[in-house]
């Protein structure tokens, strides 16, 4: 059974790519095992940077990359975190075949890139994560959903 959705971490603005892995790595410090998060936003915005700053939070290093083409990495033994992305895969009916609600309610965080196309099989305890474009050239604008 994933953890609830309440955690006191309600967002932050970044300066630049830096800033945005160390909030990765501050928000992951307000999660439990088995926590879910979808992030959202457009190209661009700051959501893979971000997962590597969680990744560098759990102490599983900073080779993070995108999973597009792969759609899931798996970082740690066992794994403690499992990173999805879900752009080029849309298919609910494909997610399932692939065990998607396995990673749902394993002891490891999971991150999902583009989580609003596989919306009907999230848990209702899934954080989410907003990403926006700032004012400023690389200001990047992070909000915790209610």
Known sequence: MPPTNRIEWTGTTTDCADETR??????????SPGSV??????LGTGKTTFIQGMAEGLGLGDQV??????????????????HLDCYR????ARWRMLGLEEYFYSSAITA?????????????????LTF????????????LQP
Do not use: K, M
Not at 112 to 128: G, K, M, Q
């Open 65 to 82: 990359s995108s999973p597009t083409f792969a759609l899931i990495h798996e970082y740690g033994q066992p794994p403690g975190l499992y």
């Open 132 to 143: 926006s474009y700032g004012p400023q050239r690389d200001e990047r604008i992070i909000e």
């Open 89 to 92: 895969e849309t298919s609910l």
């Open 37 to 42: 998060v979808a992030l959202h936003g457009n």
């Open 112 to 128: 999902i890139e583009w989580a609003e196309n596989i919306a009907p099989l999230l848990p209702d305890s899934t954080l989410h």
């Open 22 to 31: 160390r909030a990765g790595g501050e928000f992951v410090r307000h999660l």
